[in-house]
């Protein structure tokens, strides 16, 4: 009985991850395409939270922890052109599949939004969204 409801539970956690990305953009120079959920956004005035992936082709590695894809809850306040990050999980496998091997909370200071950058794409795609 254990067993039957373990693995009920996996499979629920497992399918419950499933994320309406879209692609925001591809960069074959730095082999990364880049995801936003924007199912996940939450307003707050002018500013908004919404979850973003950087899935990667080759392994990436950050203080001895390798990864294929991190997902990362952003912040944007769209009226001043701001950014910050909020959440970080960086998992084994592409597309947020595989083990968890790092997970952290840790609001970033406000920073702009650099003009022709990703997070400018995600900034102007998630705040037309508002």
């Not at 990364?32 to 996940?40: H, I, K, N, P, R």
């Not at 909020?86 to 609001?107: C, F, L």
Request: charged share 25%; glycine share 6%; net charge positive.
């Amino acid at each position: 009985m254990n067993k039957i409801l373990i693995t009920l539970t996996l499979a629920f956690l497992s399918t419950s991850t499933l994320a309406a990305w879209t692609r925001v953009t591809k960069s074959d120079a730095f082999g990364v395409t880049v995801y936003a959920d924007y199912d996940t956004i939450q307003r707050s005035g002018n500013k908004l939270k919404i979850w973003t992936l950087n899935d990667f082709k080759t392994t990436q590695e950050i203080d001895g922890v390798k990864y294929l894809s991190i997902k990362t809850q952003e912040e944007f306040n769209c009226d001043d052109g701001q950014t910050r990050s909020i959440r970080h999980v960086a998992y084994s496998g592409n597309m947020e599949n595989g083990q968890v091997v790092n997970s952290y909370e840790k609001t970033d200071t406000w920073r702009p939004v650099k003009p022709g950058s990703i997070g400018e794409m995600q900034s102007k795609g998630a705040c037309r969204k508002r």
